[in-house]
């Protein structure tokens, strides 16, 4: 994996999602550098720790954010989040068991990030988009 750099087409609307974006964008960056750098052991599993612990607590964020705008695809999309969190429960498993490393788990997490904002984040920002055109009930 190459580094990522944020760009415009990965917002999706919402303030204070982007910048949570972009922190996990860094924190993905950072444990790439760890991994192509040969840092100690215990650096890489500190990034790795930042990097789960950070994506947790940006998955809450974006669940409450949706859950207080109404947002109709609420279940759905703490599915998919919830989904992903047992992936990782399984990676860090694995790989404080020596069968997986860092590499391939920062692999599938960039191209589910990626994904993931495309093509689910992006419906929030739509929503709120419409909401904006709405009549307040
Ligand atoms: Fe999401």
Redesign the pocket.
């Known amino acids: 994996m190459i580094s990522i750099s944020w760009s415009d087409k990965f917002s999706i609307g919402v303030e204070i999602i982007d910048e949570q974006h972009k922190k996990l964008f860094q924190l993905i960056n950072e444990l790439n550098s760890n991994i192509t750098g040969n840092s100690s052991k215990q650096i890489l599993s500190s990034s790795l720790d930042a990097l789960i612990s950070y994506t947790e607590y940006h998955f809450r964020e974006?669940e409450d954010y949706m859950f207080n705008v109404s947002y109709p695809r609420f279940e759905q999309?703490k599915a998919v989040?919830d989904n992903l969190k047992e992936q990782v429960i399984n990676f860090k498993r694995k790989i404080q068991e020596g069968e997986d490393d860092p590499k391939q788990f920062l692999d599938f997490l960039y191209d589910w990030l990626t994904k993931?904002i495309m093509e689910?984040?992006k419906k929030i920002g739509k929503f709120m988009d419409l909401a904006v055109l709405r009549p307040i009930m």
């Open positions: 974006e999309h989040h993931h689910q984040d």
